[in-house]
């Protein structure tokens, strides 16, 4: 099981070859997929979003898992948003991670890897 972090997706729908690979080879596994709520805003609140991206975006939405920031998500991201010194969306993002026992998925190395309470993929 994986949590992916909001970059993936927008490399997913780019067409990126590495992130496109593992997707498909995880989906042949049967892995689920899980997001944050925060990733579900930050897709959708690009402010030039055309209608077929947003299209695109609703529709692999429907395919995933999505954690809602709940008062447990949030303690442990303020408490990661700290310790790390990330940006919130980032710790909630590890934070859905943790809770939910998934691996993270992401092509942020710089935040994500000084994390030692998540696993995480980069990709």
Do not use: C, H, W
């Amino acid at each position: 099981m994986f949590t992916l972090d909001t970059n993936v997706i927008i490399y997913f729908f780019k067409g990126d070859q590495k992130v496109t690979k593992f997707l498909d080879e995880s989906i042949l596994k049967g892995s689920r997929f899980y997001i944050s709520s925060i990733t579900e805003a930050e897709l959708l609140g690009y402010p030039e979003i055309t209608p077929n991206e947003l299209s695109k975006i609703e529709a692999i939405l429907k395919t995933l898992v999505i954690v809602l920031v709940d008062s447990q998500i949030a303690r442990l991201a303020g408490s990661l948003k700290r310790r790390y010194k990330i940006s919130l969306p980032d710790s909630i993002i590890a934070a859905t991670s943790y809770l939910t026992n998934t691996v993270l998925v992401t092509r942020n190395i710089k935040d994500f890897r000084k994390i030692k309470e998540i696993s995480a993929k980069f990709i």
